[in-house]
């Protein structure tokens, strides 16, 4: 099971943190549309800054999801939305990145489910015309009411390498279902977590120990199913991140370089 850092906070205060820690980093920086409308710039910037650590690490890249729709009716929105996935590819390419994370971007009553799946089977069928094989897709749960959509995307598309990313804190403010039953139906499907508590009113992105998600007994509910799913934790706070991969490394899922 490997650990990422989801970087939600700037470079001088997450280098330490991944020099102390056998863990990855899941970088967010690129899903700014304006820095991937200047991505060349970016990159060169941000490989000076983390120098020789990038290439000792696994690296993870969060896609662009702010006003995107892989299921929309609007051929326009899908345009742009296409262009930005395939941006965030290019970034991923630059960076050696093992993992892309995509949200679903799914919003509750706009769509019914047929047409959304119809919608997306297009859009992913279209996607992964020219994609690498050595690149690992996941597809992310935010404000979905459930896994059915998820699931039959996945199935539908039936790539090795196309899984869920289970975003445990999304589930457990926007989701009508428990955690546990995202976790029995989505089963091996289950390739990525995302990894934050709250207490079921906000999307608060707490460290692990701060809401009333289990997460240690939500970690190994879904390593049963799935021994090679990765975690990547987005916690806001740098304090509360470096409290939780202390309690992690207590508890033997993590260790310190």
Same mark, same amino acid.
């Given at each position: 099971m490997n650990f990422y850092i989801s970087?939600? *906070?700037?470079n001088k205060k997450i280098i330490p943190i991944i020099e102390k820690y056998n863990v990855g980093l899941e970088i967010v920086q690129f899903s700014n549309p304006f820095i %991937?409308?200047?991505? &060349? /710039?970016? +990159?060169? @910037?941000? =490989?000076?800054?983390?120098?020789?650590? %990038?290439?000792? +690490? *696994?690296?993870s890249i969060h896609g662009p999801f702010a006003d995107l729709s892989a299921g929309s009716r609007d051929i326009e929105i899908t345009k742009i939305t296409s262009k930005r996935y395939n941006q965030a590819y290019e970034v991923a390419k630059e960076f050696n990145a093992k993992k892309i994370v995509y949200h679903n971007s799914y919003i509750p009553r706009l769509y019914t489910y047929t047409e959304w799946l119809q919608n997306t089977d297009k859009f992913?069928?279209?996607?992964? /015309?020219?994609?690498s094989n050595d690149i690992i897709y996941h597809l992310e749960n935010v404000l979905e009411w459930d896994y059915f959509l998820i699931k039959e995307t996945i199935d539908k598309v039936n790539k090795a390498n196309f899984n869920a990313c289970l975003d445990l804190g999304h589930t457990n403010v926007y989701?009508?279902?428990?955690? &546990?039953?995202?976790? @029995?139906?989505? *089963?091996? =499907? +289950?390739?990525? %977590?995302?990894v934050h508590n709250n207490y079921g009113e &906000? *999307?608060?992105?707490?460290? $692990?120990?701060?809401?009333? +998600?289990? !997460?240690?007994? $939500? $970690?190994? %509910? !879904? &390593?049963k199913n799935n021994k090679d799913v990765s975690i990547s934790l987005e916690i806001v706070d740098v304090d509360e991140l470096k409290k939780s991969l202390e309690v992690l490394c207590e508890d033997g899922f993590i260790s310190r370089r």
């Open positions: 970087q939600l *906070d700037e %991937l409308d200047n991505k &060349e /710039k970016f +990159i060169k @910037e941000y =490989k000076t800054e983390w120098g020789s650590l %990038l290439d000792e +690490i *696994d690296i992913w069928e279209t996607f992964f /015309k020219d994609k989701s009508k279902l428990a955690i &546990e039953q995202w976790i @029995e139906a989505l *089963d091996n =499907k +289950i390739g990525h %977590l995302h &906000e *999307d608060s992105h707490f460290g $692990i120990d701060k809401g009333n +998600i289990d !997460v240690k007994k $939500i $970690i190994g %509910l !879904v &390593e």
